[in-house]
Every structure is written in C-alpha cells, then in structure tokens.
C-alpha cells in the first residue's frame, strides 16, 4: 500500500504543476496524465501536460479538449521553470523523458514518479511505485479513492479506463486481478461505454499499420525450433510499407501470439535510433535482455532505445541472450 499522504503533502503547497510521461506515450502513460490533470485543475492547481513527443494518432481521441502539449524549449521553458512540481508517469527510466530530464534537474523542479515499472534511480525527490499494479492509471485511480474524488468528466473516465485496459491487455495479462476489475466496475458505473473505448484504440487500424504489418511478416525470422520470433524493421521496409515507426504498436504482442511461440521481439529504426520491444509468453523473463541494452520493463513486457549498435549488432546480442534461456530439449 502506498502512502499517499506524502503526496498530499507535496501537492497542498504547489501552484503550479506539469505532467509528463515517456518518450512515445502509450494509453497508460497518457490516462495517468489525463486522469491526475482533471483532479488537480478542479483544485485551481495551474497544470500543464508537457510530453517528450506528440501523441500518437490512434490514442488522440483522449484528448479532445488538446490538452496535451509537445516539449517545445522557446515555448515551455520559462513556464516550467517556475513549476513547484513535476509528476512523470509509467517512464521506467527517467531518461524516457529526453531533455525534459535534464531541464528538471538544472531548474531544481521537485520531482515526482508515479509508476508500477521497478525503479531504483535517486532521480526522483518522491518515488511512489508499486510493482504489483496492473497499470499506472490503477495507482492513479486509487489516490483519487483515496482523495474521495467524484469530479470525474467523460474525458478522466475514458482515459483511465484506457490506461487499464492496455496494460492488462484486455484483461487478460498475469497482472489482472480482483483490483482491474474493481477499477473498471467503478468506472463503467462512472460513465464509461467499455465498446466505445476499445474499438478506438484496437479497431480503427490504419492502411499504413496494416500494410507495414504485412511487410513485417513477411521478414519474421525464427529461432530455438520456432519457440523465439523477431524482426527488424528497417526503414527501408517502413518505406515499402508507405508508413514509419509510429504504426508499430501491438505487432509484438501479435508475434508472440503465434503458436509455439515463446518470446517475440521488434527491433524498429526511429530517426536516430532503434527501439526495441519485447514480449514473453510467461516461461522466460525478458526484462533483464531489455536492462542490458539501457532500457527496463516488466519481466515479460520490456524495452529498449539503442542508439549505438545497428540493427543486425542487435539482433545478434539479443538471440545470444536468449540462447542461455531458452530450452530446446
């Protein structure tokens, strides 16, 4: 159990506040941050949400009201130099944040994580994680309980309710229990139309997703009698697809679904980079693979941005760690 009365205590001092969470947000990290902005503007908290990089498109539907801002130096600097506060959500690593990690630090901005990834940085002035929680919009939603917060809008209920399904993915990852449920009977009681969410973020899949996903397969490659499958997606292949890096979102969940499948892995070039995601099926922890390569995660959900090795270095590093988990016997 957490102890948000140190929260409370930060939060009662402050006027003003940004939000942010990592680079490439997700439904959990956006959810958190929605669901915290409506609670502390309804206490005439001056709040601003301030992320490393754009929204992606098919999550921008939690945000009608274009809350959400994109880090922007000339335009933000000297509002979030008088911040009292920052909080982050669901970054795992504070260096997810990109530079907004550095401007933290060099205007002394108290600094908050509310996360349910493992940390053990001294980054953070309050650390609240717990490892346990399904999603970060789970923490979020229990200090509003604890708050006795009713003030909920359409916007606060469907991003939490986002954040939630994502990262339980549906429901139906370990990480669901009795709590997941609670959170969503809340929330449908609240408002919330479960249909409607869910056919925003997983059923409205563009010709660009659909076309890079099938260029992708058509490059998967299989290892350890079929039980690891991965692929590089290489720009040259983000081309041929007539789309980029930002539509990639779920197809290691998918790869891993394939039978006999153990561990799936993407290896995607960014503009300067490669991210790597992972995803294990619950026989091998992956999230040590993804420690080695800087970045973190949950043992079977992790990730990494590797800026110094090609993708095939990668590749190679990444089936060499596996080589001394996976049984073929």
């Known amino acids: 159990m957490l102890n948000w009365n140190l929260l409370d205590k930060i939060l009662k001092g402050t006027k003003k506040v940004f939000l942010t969470t990592h680079v490439n947000p997700d439904a959990d990290g ?5 669901g915290m902005y409506y609670f502390l503007t309804s206490l ?14 098919y999550l921008s539907f939690l945000d009608p009201d274009n809350i959400i801002e994109v880090w922007d130096n000339d ?48 980054y953070f002035d309050l650390v609240l994680v717990d490892t346990n929680c399904a999603s970060t919009g789970y923490m979020v939603w229990s200090y509003l309980q604890y708050k006795n917060f009713t003030e909920y809008n359409q916007i606060s209920l469907d991003a ?8 339980t993915g549906s429901f139906r990852f370990n990480s669901t229990d009795s709590n997941s449920h609670k959170m969503a009977g809340f929330l449908i009681d609240k408002g919330v139309k479960p249909y409607n969410v869910y056919e925003k973020i997983y059923e409205r899949r563009s010709l660009e997703q659909i076309n890079l996903l099938s260029e992708s397969i058509k490059n998967l490659k299989f290892s350890f ?14 081309e041929r697809a007539g789309s980029s890096y930002e539509y990639v979102e779920g197809f290691t969940d998918f790869f891993r679904s394939i039978n006999n499948v153990q561990v799936a892995y993407c290896i995607v070039e960014q503009n300067h980079s490669f991210r790597i995601n992972f995803r294990s ?3 091998y922890i992956i999230n040590d693979i993804a420690i080695s390569f800087g970045g973190g995660g949950h043992k079977l959900a992790a990730g990494a941005t590797v800026n110094n090795l090609d993708a095939e270095e990668i590749e190679q590093k990444i089936l060499n760690k596996l080589k001394g988990k996976i049984n073929v016997n």
């Open 44 to 57: 005439n908290i001056e709040c601003k949400i301030i992320n490393s990089s754009k929204t992606p498109d």
């Open 225 to 238: 009698k079929n039980q690891v499958c991965g692929v590089i997606i290489s720009k040259e292949i983000q």
């Open 75 to 122: 335009k933000h600097m000297n509002w979030i130099s008088n911040a009292d506060a920052v909080i982050s959500f669901d970054i795992g690593d504070h260096k997810r944040m990109n530079e907004l990690s550095d401007v933290i630090k060099i205007h002394n901005i108290f600094s908050i994580v509310i996360d349910h990834h493992p940390y053990d940085s001294d």
């Open 30 to 34: 956006l959810g958190s941050e929605l």
């Open 160 to 167: 939490l309710y986002s954040a939630l399904i994502t990262d």
């Open 281 to 283: 099926r619950g026989k």
